[in-house]
């Protein structure tokens, strides 16, 4: 099909992927949580992503383009995005972990980071007609002063951060290092759309078993693991 001229040549750059990213961010923290999670309408530049305390979470990734995605995590806002999520989930708030540093509160930070990049991934498929892959996403919850910098194989990297608040106006950071790229418009496309139907079964999947609350000592044990692991890459 040949595009029309007034659709040509349209060229997305790396505040178009950040938005992307963002509008990801806001979206399913805020379907997860049940409250509104939204974002800066400025954005800043950065020298370098850096993982901060209290909680500070990453995940790479590869593909049509490379990039690094860092999560900062305020104590509290890691506590009302925990707590919110699991009472959404039917969960009792006596049986919720009291203190940011739980493994529980990693776990379920963790799990939202993946719905996340989830989302982002399957918005890169549809708008932008490419592919990324990622890895697993890290989570550490830090409870000193301590910047931890993580260096991604990038040739041309750029790096933003992103301010988001919280329901209760509690601060986070969302920072992106990406390699210099431009997407151009060759020509007219159509963006796939998932089936509701198929939303709906994940979502249920994840309420009836694969919540992080629902692992038990082997996820516990796992997780124990990946930290030290995590740690040790961290040069630490």
């Given at each position: 099909m040949v595009a029309k001229k007034s659709q040509k040549n349209i060229s997305l750059g790396t505040e178009d992927i950040l938005l992307s990213l963002c509008n990801s961010v806001s979206h399913v923290l805020s379907a997860?949580?049940?409250?509104?999670?939204?974002?800066?309408?400025?954005?800043?530049?950065?020298?370098?992503?850096?993982?901060?305390?209290?909680?500070?979470?990453?995940?790479l990734f590869d593909g049509g383009f490379s990039g690094l995605v860092v999560i900062n995590f305020s104590g509290q806002a890691a506590m009302e995005l925990y707590e919110r999520y699991m009472l959404s989930m039917g969960m009792a708030k006596e049986g919720l972990a009291t203190n940011y540093t739980a493994d529980d509160v990693s776990n379920v930070m963790g799990e939202l980071m993946n719905q996340i990049v989830g989302d982002f991934t399957r918005k890169v498929s549809q708008e932008l007609q490419t592919h990324i892959t990622q890895n697993?996403?890290?989570?550490?919850?830090?409870?000193?002063?301590?910047?931890?910098?993580?260096?991604?194989?990038?040739?041309?990297?750029?790096?933003r951060r992103v301010t988001f608040y919280t329901g209760q106006n509690n601060i986070f950071y969302l920072e992106l290092a990406i390699d210099r790229t431009h997407f151009i418009k060759l020509c007219d496309f159509e963006q796939e759309t998932l089936n509701p139907d198929e939303l709906f079964d994940q979502a249920e999947q994840l309420a009836n078993g694969n919540t992080p609350a629902a692992?038990?000592?082997?996820?516990?044990?796992t997780d124990a693991d990946n930290r030290e692991d995590l740690l040790k890459s961290l040069g630490m």
């Amino acid at each position: 099909m040949v595009a029309k001229k007034s659709q040509k040549n349209i060229s997305l750059g790396t505040e178009d992927i950040l938005l992307s990213l963002c509008n990801s961010v806001s979206h399913v923290l805020s379907a997860a949580t049940q409250t509104p999670v939204r974002y800066s309408g400025m954005v800043q530049r950065i020298n370098r992503t850096s993982l901060k305390p209290d909680i500070g979470c990453f995940v790479l990734f590869d593909g049509g383009f490379s990039g690094l995605v860092v999560i900062n995590f305020s104590g509290q806002a890691a506590m009302e995005l925990y707590e919110r999520y699991m009472l959404s989930m039917g969960m009792a708030k006596e049986g919720l972990a009291t203190n940011y540093t739980a493994d529980d509160v990693s776990n379920v930070m963790g799990e939202l980071m993946n719905q996340i990049v989830g989302d982002f991934t399957r918005k890169v498929s549809q708008e932008l007609q490419t592919h990324i892959t990622q890895n697993q996403p890290k989570m550490l919850a830090l409870n000193k002063q301590v910047v931890l910098s993580v260096d991604a194989n990038l040739d041309h990297p750029e790096a933003r951060r992103v301010t988001f608040y919280t329901g209760q106006n509690n601060i986070f950071y969302l920072e992106l290092a990406i390699d210099r790229t431009h997407f151009i418009k060759l020509c007219d496309f159509e963006q796939e759309t998932l089936n509701p139907d198929e939303l709906f079964d994940q979502a249920e999947q994840l309420a009836n078993g694969n919540t992080p609350a629902a692992d038990g000592a082997d996820a516990s044990n796992t997780d124990a693991d990946n930290r030290e692991d995590l740690l040790k890459s961290l040069g630490m």
